[in-house]
């Protein structure tokens, strides 16, 4: 997380000089593989991010000094629980560095394994990407997302439909990356074959972000999706649709870019953006998306595009911390990692998940403590290698709403619940997939549901920290539930349910 100092009193905001604030950064799109002179693991990541905060830090130097600045980066600090993983293990520990960004968003270039796999471009690809992010440490960090190839129709009807569902139900990828330049379906973005991809995308939930070079290209992914929301047999896909317009189609300050993201389910991605584009993107987006039924911040995420693009994404970060940047530090902590967020939504899961009734354990006493002790077991599970962390996701605010961002000094909170999260742990022999999700209660309770239902598991959001339970879900808690008073019973309780 970075964490960021006041400059001066900002009395309208309630801020005062001096006072620090933590801001969790996730990175919108990050490609991982090797293309031609492009090669980037997860380590590469990490050292990415660690030179970008010291071209961050030079480059607040100057800004500093010419009083352009109302917030200054001062501090790197990691997430308490993602750091303790890394820690668990030696040859693990020498990566838990470049926590300048908390989560990545990863997906394949268009790389040297294409056409490796049958019927599927990408399957090869998906399959590295896979490996990276759905396993200890890396898990903590990164969030894979697929790559497929709509012109793979041409040999086989469904075979991008077919690799997409099978990255997303056996591999647990997220989400979906489509590249109209590099597979060369720019002027068939309306066509059937890649509405066939676009349509199952919502239907599996997952947001796709599409690279756009202009924003004719966008205007085409906009029509594709007013298609299919005046067409009666996409209505289910429509429900789940979350379409993300990289580099924001290349036309910052273009009206009509920000005419498409007017449409609910339309974001833009800020990465290539540098220099006076980027006041350019946020001047105009708070201009036109104004009474659109939405705040405009809810609308743009924060991109790198490493390991094309480096420390351009600099000019974005300081951006939102200059006197120029027009909103609040809600509006910045959203741009920087909320909204990534929010979109990616479900929690991992895969269709290893048996049908078994969900549990739910309760710990009446001390939630810190018992969280804690808890936290301490399974890390050390983790790291012996007994079970595999396949993802770890912290709960969130509803989309429509983010709190005010708390000074450190009275806990620091960001709208990330930190004390609140779902981990998907699996089995050494890959036989068990559960989600633990650990929810923390103002009463100075705990409470732990062990969920094992792959479709139980589509109930879930990681925006249910001020919502209900879904009701199904909810009934079967209520009889399949069970109350500790100490946090070692408790914490054995769970251990016992996790073989």
Same mark, same amino acid.
């Given at each position: 997380? @970075?964490?960021?100092?006041?400059?001066?009193?900002?009395?309208?905001?309630?801020?005062?000089?001096?006072?620090?604030?933590?801001?969790?950064?996730?990175?919108?799109?990050?490609? +991982?593989?090797?293309? *031609?002179?492009?090669?980037?693991?997860?380590?590469?990541?990490?050292?990415?991010?660690?030179?970008?905060?010291?071209?961050?830090?030079?480059?607040?130097?100057?800004?500093?000094?010419?009083?352009?600045?109302?917030?200054?980066?001062?501090?790197?600090?990691?997430?308490?629980?993602?750091?303790?993983?890394?820690?668990?293990? *030696?040859?693990?520990?020498?990566?838990?560095?470049?926590?300048?960004?908390?989560?990545?968003?990863?997906?394949?270039?268009?790389?040297?394994?294409?056409?490796?796999?049958?019927?599927?471009?990408?399957?090869?690809?998906?399959?590295?990407? %896979? /490996?990276?992010?759905?396993? %200890?440490?890396?898990?903590?960090?990164?969030?894979?997302?697929?790559?497929?190839?709509?012109?793979?129709?041409?040999?086989? *009807?469904?075979?991008?439909?077919?690799?997409?569902?099978?990255?997303?139900? *056996?591999?647990?990828?997220?989400?979906?990356?489509?590249?109209?330049? %590099?597979?060369?379906?720019?002027?068939?973005?309306?066509?059937?074959?890649?509405?066939?991809?676009?349509?199952?995308? /919502?239907?599996?939930?997952?947001?796709?972000?599409?690279?756009?070079?202009?924003?004719?290209?966008?205007?085409?992914?906009?029509? +594709?999706?007013?298609?299919?929301?005046?067409?009666?047999?996409?209505?289910?896909?429509?429900?789940?649709?979350?379409?993300? @317009?990289?580099?924001?189609? #290349?036309?910052?300050?273009?009206? =009509?870019?920000?005419?498409?993201?007017?449409?609910?389910?339309?974001?833009?991605?800020?990465?290539?953006?540098?220099?006076?584009?980027?006041?350019?993107?946020?001047?105009?987006?708070?201009?036109?998306?104004?009474?659109?039924?939405?705040?405009?911040?809810?609308?743009?995420?924060?991109?790198? !595009?490493?390991?094309?693009?480096?420390?351009?994404?600099?000019?974005?970060?300081? =951006?939102?911390?200059?006197? !120029?940047?027009?909103?609040?530090?809600?509006?910045?902590?959203?741009?920087?990692?909320?909204?990534?967020?929010?979109?990616?939504?479900?929690?991992?899961?895969?269709?290893?998940?048996?049908?078994?009734?969900?549990?739910?354990?309760?710990?009446?006493?001390?939630?810190?403590?018992?969280?804690?002790?808890?936290?301490?077991?399974?890390?050390?599970?983790? %790291?012996?290698?007994?079970?595999?962390?396949?993802?770890?996701?912290?709960?969130?605010?509803?989309?429509?709403?983010?709190?005010? @961002?708390?000074?450190?000094?009275?806990?620091?909170?960001?709208?990330?619940?930190?004390?609140?999260?779902? #981990?998907?742990?699996?089995?050494?022999?890959?036989?068990?997939?559960?989600?633990?999700?650990?929810?923390?209660?103002?009463?100075? +309770?705990?409470?732990?549901?062990?969920?094992?239902?792959?479709?139980?598991?589509? +109930?879930?959001?990681?925006?249910?920290?001020?919502?209900?339970?879904?009701?199904?879900?909810?009934?079967? @808690?209520?009889?399949?539930?069970?109350?500790?008073?100490?946090?070692?019973?408790?914490?054995?309780?769970?251990?016992? #349910?996790?073989?």
């Amino acid at each position: 997380m @970075l964490v960021v100092r006041a400059i001066e009193d900002q009395p309208e905001k309630g801020i005062k000089k001096g006072q620090k604030f933590r801001l969790y950064i996730v990175d919108a799109h990050h490609h +991982m593989g090797r293309e *031609k002179g492009h090669t980037n693991t997860p380590p590469g990541a990490y050292e990415f991010y660690a030179l970008l905060w010291f071209e961050m830090q030079r480059m607040a130097k100057d800004l500093k000094e010419n009083d352009a600045l109302l917030f200054e980066p001062v501090d790197v600090v990691p997430s308490t629980l993602p750091s303790k993983c890394f820690s668990s293990r *030696k040859s693990w520990a020498r990566l838990n560095h470049g926590w300048l960004v908390d989560r990545t968003i990863v997906f394949p270039f268009t790389d040297d394994y294409l056409g490796e796999g049958k019927g599927a471009s990408f399957k090869v690809s998906n399959d590295k990407i %896979a /490996g990276w992010t759905t396993r %200890a440490p890396h898990s903590t960090r990164l969030i894979g997302f697929a790559r497929v190839d709509p012109k793979d129709s041409l040999r086989s *009807k469904n075979a991008a439909v077919r690799e997409l569902t099978r990255a997303v139900t *056996k591999l647990g990828l997220r989400g979906l990356k489509l590249h109209p330049v %590099a597979q060369l379906f720019v002027e068939e973005i309306e066509d059937e074959m890649t509405l066939r991809i676009v349509r199952k995308a /919502g239907e599996l939930k997952v947001p796709i972000i599409f690279d756009t070079r202009n924003v004719r290209t966008a205007q085409r992914i906009h029509a +594709m999706v007013e298609t299919m929301r005046n067409e009666p047999k996409y209505a289910k896909a429509m429900k789940g649709l979350k379409v993300i @317009l990289a580099h924001c189609g #290349m036309s910052p300050g273009d009206p =009509h870019f920000h005419e498409l993201l007017r449409d609910p389910v339309i974001y833009g991605e800020t990465s290539t953006l540098h220099d006076q584009d980027v006041p350019i993107l946020f001047r105009t987006a708070s201009d036109m998306l104004t009474n659109a039924g939405f705040h405009w911040s809810e609308k743009l995420l924060f991109g790198t !595009d490493y390991s094309f693009l480096s420390v351009q994404a600099a000019d974005v970060i300081l =951006h939102l911390l200059s006197r !120029d940047f027009l909103g609040s530090l809600s509006d910045i902590q959203r741009i920087l990692g909320g909204n990534a967020l929010s979109l990616v939504g479900t929690p991992f899961r895969t269709k290893r998940m048996a049908h078994e009734n969900p549990r739910m354990l309760t710990c009446t006493q001390k939630k810190k403590s018992a969280r804690s002790v808890l936290e301490t077991s399974l890390i050390a599970r983790i %790291a012996e290698g007994v079970l595999d962390l396949a993802s770890l996701d912290y709960m969130l605010p509803p989309k429509t709403t983010w709190p005010d @961002l708390r000074p450190m000094s009275a806990g620091g909170d960001n709208g990330i619940y930190f004390d609140s999260y779902f #981990m998907t742990l699996r089995t050494r022999d890959n036989a068990r997939e559960f989600i633990v999700w650990v929810k923390s209660h103002p009463n100075d +309770m705990i409470s732990c549901i062990i969920l094992n239902d792959y479709k139980k598991a589509t +109930m879930l959001s990681t925006e249910l920290a001020q919502q209900k339970k879904h009701p199904i879900l909810s009934t079967d @808690l209520t009889s399949n539930s069970q109350l500790f008073s100490t946090p070692n019973e408790f914490t054995s309780a769970i251990e016992s #349910m996790l073989r």
